[in-house]
């Protein structure tokens, strides 16, 4: 049973470009919230998505923004990207039966230079 | 409002307890977890409790839950090299809401 995917591993970023990072939710899950987390610090909730729509936002710029697929899987975009959003980037996924287990990926290390 | 405090730094000796422990302030949390997350790793789900239950216990892991004091720890026994890592608690108020982390405390093993 394969767990949560996250795609790219690492990713190094120039400031003021665009990044997407992918996500693929474990099987039988139907629910995908996206974490930043900064060095040293706790994961930080950006948004989760249900049913293609974002259901939850925490407190993060419009900068960020998602997208979820009729598989479940799930992107984050990151526009005008600033210093500020190197971090790790990490999925978790969830299903509508049990909401309150959410499983994590390995995460995308985004570097902003 | 929310907010999840941790101790920064935790060191045992290989054989003994180890306890994180943590405290929350949303009195509403319905759900609180303890994570783990390994050097370059993500978040490894450990084990949550409900607030209506005051104990959890699960092979050599135990959550005491307190919610009086809004008080969460996780015992480790017989703690052993490999649970070296940073042990993240967390709280969830119910349903589909947000999950709110600590900032994780450290724990080194001795050999």
């Known amino acids: 049973d394969a767990g949560v995917t996250q795609s790219p591993t690492h990713l190094i970023k120039t400031r003021g470009q665009q990044v997407t990072l992918r996500c693929s939710p474990k099987s039988g899950h139907d629910t995908v919230s996206w974490y930043q987390q900064a060095l040293g610090q706790g994961p930080q909730f950006i948004f989760q998505?249900?049913?293609?729509?974002?259901?939850q936002r925490g407190n993060f710029p419009d900068r960020f923004s998602g997208h979820q697929f009729p598989n479940y899987s799930s992107e984050l975009n990151v526009n005008a990207l600033l210093l500020g959003d190197s971090a790790l980037y990490l999925c978790a996924s969830s299903r509508t039966s049990r909401p309150y287990e959410q499983y994590f990926g390995p995460g995308t290390r985004l570097t902003v230079t | 409002g929310e907010d999840v405090e941790q101790s920064l730094f935790l060191s045992v000796r290989e054989g003994d307890s180890s306890v994180i422990n943590c405290t929350y302030t949303?009195?509403?949390?319905?759900?609180l977890y303890w994570y783990k997350q390994e050097p370059g790793a993500g978040l490894q789900l450990l084990t949550y409790?409900?607030?209506?239950?005051d104990m959890k216990q699960d092979q050599r892991l135990t959550v005491l839950l307190n919610k009086k004091d809004k008080h969460l720890s996780l015992r480790i026994a017989d703690t052993q090299t490999g649970d070296s890592a940073i042990y993240f608690c967390?709280?969830?108020?119910?349903?589909?809401?947000?999950?709110?982390f600590g900032i994780g405390t450290k724990l080194q093993v001795i050999p």
């Open positions: 967390a709280e969830n108020p119910g349903g589909y809401q947000k999950v709110t």
């Open positions: 998505y249900y049913e293609e729509e974002e259901r």
């Open positions: 409790i409900f607030s209506n239950m």
């Open positions: 949303d009195s509403s949390s319905t759900y």
